[in-house]
């Protein structure tokens, strides 16, 4: 692409995510397609409609794995999956004491939301209510905190039963393209995920579903997915990048650069100007001295160590967002710009309270 065709289509694109406008499929491709001297071009022009919808603000998260390895699932990227040989911690669920001491732990570091994840393919119901007890508790000691559940595949009525409980999220990731989706799973398909993600949906709990990248995927393959993400309309989207385990079928693979990474992220914030984009797991180890730059592109990162992987020290991620000029954002603020929650004005009139209805 000519410097002119850089330049137009950055422009193009800034000025479609500024009006909350997605990009074509042939934008999306031609962003994916510029090269590495454009990258600091294509950040900046990402860079500014994050700065429109977010500030610059970034929203810290932490994993707690409550129930680690020994998955009937064979998910190919995932170290906790069937027939892993991957040394990960194998355990069974931890009390909810222990939860919530480690939710307690990490939102002290500054973390505003708590993801509680379990490994599986789905819960059971009395899965459901451990997990929505530790919600309680962690609520109960943190009220502002954000808690989002992530269990695998949902069963009728136990969306209802975690946001009953309390939860604010559900997370189930897309992960790949449809077309993709039965090379790396054989267990479930795409269509169950995206159910899940329906389900958790209408049972009032925030969406948060994203992908993994570096899985052999092409370019028409990561707007595939970017584009069937926006189709759920997620409130975040986390972006991973894959970890290569020892012991799973993807181990060994090193596709990604981290030039290669910041034009996903950057295509991420043009599909979801207004959304949380979530820089996740792999970031260390694909960005590497690139990661500031990537705190110009997503809002959201986790803080702290992964499912089965450690992370950076929270410190020197904390020192990493002061050092590029971010500041973390605090519980009492909104994580979505307003235009996201002005559909839905909760009833504060007519029956039931002493003010008139509007008719
Ligand atoms: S991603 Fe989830 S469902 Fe798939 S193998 Fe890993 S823990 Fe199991």
Known sequence: ??????????????????????????????????????????????????????????????????????CPEDCSYCSQRLGSASEILKYSWISEDEAARAAGRAIEAGAKRVCLVASGRGPGDRDIERVAGTVGAIKDAAPDVEVCVCLGLLKPGQAERLREAGADAYNHNLN????NYRDICSTHTFDDRVRTVGDAKSAGLSPCSGAIFGMGESDDDVVDIAFALREVDPDSVPVNFLIPFEGTPMQGRWELTPHRCLRILALFRFVFPDVEVRLAGGREIHLRALQPLALHLANSIFLGDYLTSEGQPGAADLAMIADAGFVVEGAEERTLPEARHDLVALRRRGAGTDAPSNV
């Open 1 to 70: 692409m000519t410097e002119l065709g850089v330049d137009k289509l950055l422009e193009t694109l800034t000025g479609k995510a500024l009006r909350r406008e997605g990009p074509t499929r042939d934008e999306a491709l031609a962003l994916l397609g510029t090269g590495d001297d454009d990258v600091l071009d294509v950040v900046a022009a990402a860079g500014r409609v994050r700065r429109e919808f977010f500030g610059r603000r970034v929203k810290l998260n932490h994993l707690v794995n409550m129930k680690s390895g020994m």
């Open 176 to 179: 790949t393209s449809a077309e």
